[in-house]
């Protein structure tokens, strides 16, 4: 097995050599679960465990699938994981409940994926189907620091998917959004393009919405279980149970993800302002600079809603997601865990202080 064919590059060599310990080696976190975890390195695939003191490791996270570690390897006995790599992207959402909460909590992240290229979000063009869903995922990808791909599924049984992917193309213009039926060849080879060799993607979406489907004709067989989607609620069957990263056939890895009922965001303003590219253009136009498009006069983006060039559900759903990431933000700065690193933060800046004026 390649390194290079799973993301393996001279970057990730240099941070493990960093740590100058030459008896261990990299690999790929394929499957976590809460001690034991599968890997991929170039012997193949391997089981290792996570040591008490690395679990004890503040300053390294627990692994994720889709994160490369520092595997201690020995024959005739445990492998064990030594330390995770920096990450350089991660999909990320609060803990499920966080948004129901009455007492405010800090909401703890919930790592889906680690080090992805492309979130491909998958939605089905039939019940499933909800623009306001996919402004959602778009903006967990960008607060990752993931490039989003939308998959507009089940083509085959929508009159008017055509009309529905240039919805989406309005909602996203600068992302990749095509329609296919998972059963086609042809829709496959187009999703098999967007994860060439080295680079890693992820599958997000709804029960039902067809991403078992698309992986087992990448991988070229009855890789995970399907089921029907209820005929009765439109909801589809859980059948993925849990997360695993897979080695494309001549391509790239490609990480599954069952199917999420709630994407509670934990991002920034940035990632919202990217998700909503057409609004965040049009606020640059407003009068006042800290417009927050409700009332004020001169506004641009209210101005583009009465003129009908901005949909005013696009701009509710806006708001609605500003709300609750700001709100996540406001009870992280007020946590006591927040509040206890802040607080040795400025004892240990105030100790370097009163040294270096001696």
Request: hydrophobic letters at 40%; proline letters at 4%; charged letters at 30%.
């Amino acid at each position: 097995m390649k390194l290079e064919n799973l993301g393996w590059d001279e970057a990730w060599a240099m941070a493990l050599a960093s740590w100058d310990r030459g008896e261990w080696e990299p690999a790929r976190v394929s499957f976590a679960s809460r001690e034991r975890y599968r890997v991929l390195t170039e012997e193949g695939e391997l089981w290792a465990l996570l040591p008490g003191a690395a679990r004890l490791d503040a300053a390294s996270p627990m692994p994720a699938v889709g994160d490369w570690v520092a595997l201690e390897c020995a024959e005739g006995e445990t492998n064990r994981i030594r330390k995770v790599l920096p990450r350089r992207t991660t999909l990320g959402r609060a803990q499920a409940g966080e948004r129901k909460k009455e007492q405010p909590t800090a909401a703890r992240q919930q790592v889906m994926a680690a080090n992805v290229d492309v979130a491909i979000v998958v939605c089905g063009l039939d019940r499933d189907y909800n623009p306001r869903r996919i402004e959602r995922y778009l903006t967990l990808a960008w607060g990752g620091g993931v490039e989003p791909a939308i998959l507009l599924n089940k083509a085959d049984l929508c009159f008017d998917a055509d009309l529905k992917a240039e919805e989406v193309r309005a909602l996203a213009p600068a992302t990749t959004v095509e329609t296919l039926s998972a059963l086609d060849v042809a829709g496959i080879d187009m999703v098999r393009a967007l994860v060439p060799p080295g680079r890693t993607a992820c599958l997000l979406g709804s029960s039902g919405a067809g991403k078992s489907t698309i992986l087992n004709g990448l991988m070229g067989g009855e890789r995970q279980r399907t089921a029907e989607t209820s005929e009765t609620t439109g909801k589809g069957r859980h059948t993925t149970t849990h997360r695993e990263l897979l080695v494309i056939p001549g391509g790239g890895v490609m990480i599954d993800t069952p199917g999420l009922r709630e994407v509670a965001l934990i991002a920034g303003e940035e990632a919202l302002s990217a998700a909503f590219g057409s609004i965040a253009e049009l606020a640059q136009r407003c009068r006042f600079t800290d417009c927050s498009h409700t009332t004020e006069p001169g506004c641009a983006v209210l101005c583009a809603v009465e003129e009908g060039d901005l949909d005013a559900d696009r701009l509710e759903s806006f708001h609605r997601l500003g709300k609750e990431i700001a709100y996540h933000q406001a009870v992280e700065s007020t946590s006591p865990a927040r509040v206890e690193r802040d607080k040795w933060k400025s004892i240990k800046k105030e100790v370097r202080r009163i040294y270096k004026s001696r």
